[in-house]
T-cell receptor
């Protein structure tokens, strides 16, 4: 176990709704990254937060947004859900920006959009 | 462009036989490369990482990988497969973000 926790474990939403996913980072880690893993694919980088500021973003539209709190936990918000947003959402924490730092992954939140 | 290609989507081996999972990369810079494993309903776990030190990298659970710049490869090997090795394996290029390959599903038969 990595010490990274995510909630909820599973979620079902309908198109057009909004969703918030949560991540608690490993103790002492100040960086959180979020990834989307569609079925049968590798994870794709959504964005990263370092000390409460966005520190890099992948090729995802603005309706994917995030927050990092002073305790370094994080939220991923997705507005106007689409069917293609159905995926496993992973967060990973690390100490410092992870150019060479190991990222520790949580078990993920599985989102189904109907 | 920076990318990672995993050459096999599925690999099947018998327990006790060697494992080879193939990965090629494309990078403009000296790469940092990882292998992660994902068991069902579990998070991704780091197996090993290459960061320009020794080209032969040893990881957990008997896995190792060799960085070959001339072949732009970073193949994962294990001398003897165990049933518990059955999982999805991802080759990952580390730039300012992690770039994952599409994964290789390893099946181990008794």
């Amino acid at each position: 176990e990595t010490g990274v926790t995510q909630s909820p474990t599973h979620l079902i939403k309908t198109r057009g709704q909004q969703v918030t996913l949560r991540c608690s980072s490993q103790s002492g880690h100040n960086t959180v990254s979020w990834y989307q893993q569609a079925l049968g694919q590798g994870p794709q980088f959504i964005f990263q937060y370092y000390r409460e500021e966005e520190n890099g973003r992948g090729n995802f539209p603005p309706r994917f947004s995030g927050l990092q709190f002073p305790n370094y936990s994080s939220e991923l918000n997705v507005n106007a859900l689409e069917l293609d947003d159905s995926a496993l959402y992973l967060c990973a924490s690390s100490l410092g920006t992870p150019t060479f730092e190991t990222q520790y992954f949580g078990p993920g939140t599985r989102l189904l959009v109907l | 462009a920076q990318s990672v290609t995993q050459l096999d989507s599925h690999v099947s081996v018998s327990e006790g036989t060697p494992v080879l999972l193939r990965c090629n990369y494309s990078s403009s810079y000296s790469p940092s490369l990882f292998w992660y494993v994902q068991h069902p309903n579990k998070g991704l776990q780091l197996l090993l990482k290459y960061t320009s030190a020794a080209t032969l990298v040893k990881g957990i659970n008997g896995f190792e990988a060799e960085f070959k710049k001339s072949e732009t490869s970073f193949h994962l090997t294990k001398p003897s497969a165990h049933m518990s090795d059955a999982a999805e394996y991802f080759c990952v290029l580390n730039t300012d973000k992690l770039i994952f390959g599409t994964g290789t599903r390893l099946q181990v038969f008794p």
